[in-house]
């Protein structure tokens, strides 16, 4: 079993930034592919970024292409996303994932997941 724990959420006004941290316990997190995704009342799950086993390759989604990055420390088993020019789109609850496959982008299968955490960007 693996827990995962995100945190860092809250309000900021547009243009700003926050932190995203997830925090992953249970089993050695180094196995792991890990992804952070996203949802917005009323829409579905959307794919934000992911970094693989290593940190060495990240994928995002186009909506955040040169805002957020993704990135991880497997000494800490913490990964985090780094959101910056924060836009109100970018409201929503946001989780992060585990996968096994090494190199994971948004069709990887996501097993476990964290239990969200509430960003919330002001106009």
């Known amino acids: 079993q693996v827990q995962l724990v995100e945190s860092g959420g809250g309000l900021v006004h547009a243009g700003g930034s926050l932190r995203l941290s997830c925090a992953v316990s249970?089993?050695?997190?180094?196995?792991?592919?890990m992804g952070w995704f996203r949802q917005a009342p009323g829409k579905e799950r959307e794919f934000v970024a992911s970094?693989?086993?290593?940190?060495?390759?990240?994928f995002y989604g186009d909506s955040v292409k040169g805002r957020f990055t993704i990135s991880r420390d497997n000494a800490k088993n913490m990964v985090y996303l780094q959101m910056n020019i924060l836009k109100p789109e970018d409201t929503a609850v946001y989780y992060c994932a585990t996968t096994t496959v090494a190199v994971p982008g948004s069709s990887a299968r996501y097993d476990y997941w964290g239990q969200g955490t509430q960003v919330t960007v002001s106009s």
């Open positions: 970094i693989s086993r290593s940190g060495g390759s990240t």
């Open positions: 249970g089993r050695t997190f180094s196995i792991y592919g």
